[in-house]
């Protein structure tokens, strides 16, 4: 079961731990495999799965093996090797704890790990704000990649925080076209027990 956890991060927060579905037994296999077959496109055409730390690696790192595709990793600012584009991520009042709250911070990817016109899947465990997503999205723009696609694949939304609405506002993007591939939760309850 995805567990609520009160007053987590910080007081008046409950926070909802989908990367646990992930630690019970089956759980990460099922998601993996919704995901992959839940995905409106075709897999031989997508050149790379992309995926922001730190609840979208596991995800996407397992999807990635499944249809056999990279994996385009992006971090914290800091963490990768130069040369490297960057954006500013506004940290969501969800996730955060009081200090990071109004601070935010960069994320960032290897400026050439992905190709100008690729096809991109973007992987994450979880859309509540949209914030990380509208910061990975942006990012890739400012890479200049160009896509063509972008798809949009999450473990679990949760509609009351309106991330949906942030992310179709385009406040960060001009790309093309995105697909909403959301496997929720009550599906991945239903299949392993959790």
């Known amino acids: 079961m995805v567990r609520p956890v009160s007053d987590f991060p910080r007081p008046g927060v409950e926070f909802r731990h989908v990367l646990n ?5 089956g759980g990460l296999a099922l ?3 919704l995901l992959q077959t839940h995905f409106a496109g075709i897999w031989g055409k997508v050149d790379v799965v992309a995926c922001c730390e730190a609840g979208g690696f596991v995800y996407a790192s397992a999807l990635a093996l499944q249809v056999n595709g990279p994996l385009a990793l992006i971090r914290e600012a800091g963490k990768l090797p130069t040369p490297t584009v960057s954006v500013f991520k506004s940290t969501s009042h969800i996730s955060s704890s009081t ?5 935010g911070n960069r994320i960032e990817m290897e400026r050439d790990l992905i190709a100008k016109g690729a096809s991109v899947v973007v992987v994450d465990d979880v859309l509540a704000t949209g ?5 990975v999205l942006e ?4 890479a200049n990649i160009g896509a063509k696609d972008v798809s949009i694949m999450v473990v679990a939304e949760f509609p009351v925080h309106r991330g949906r ?23 991945v309850s239903r299949g392993v027990g959790l």
């Not at 942030?166 to 001009?174: D, I, K, T």
């Open 99 to 103: 200090s990071d709250y109004l601070e």
């Open 131 to 135: 914030k990380t997503l509208c910061a």
């Open 31 to 33: 998601c993996t495999s």
């Open 139 to 142: 990012l890739l723009n400012k």
């Open 165 to 187: 609405e942030l992310l179709s506002a385009g406040l960060a993007v001009s790309i093309s076209r995105a697909f909403w591939i959301l496997v929720v939760l009550r599906k």
């Open 21 to 25: 579905i992930s630690q019970q037994p």
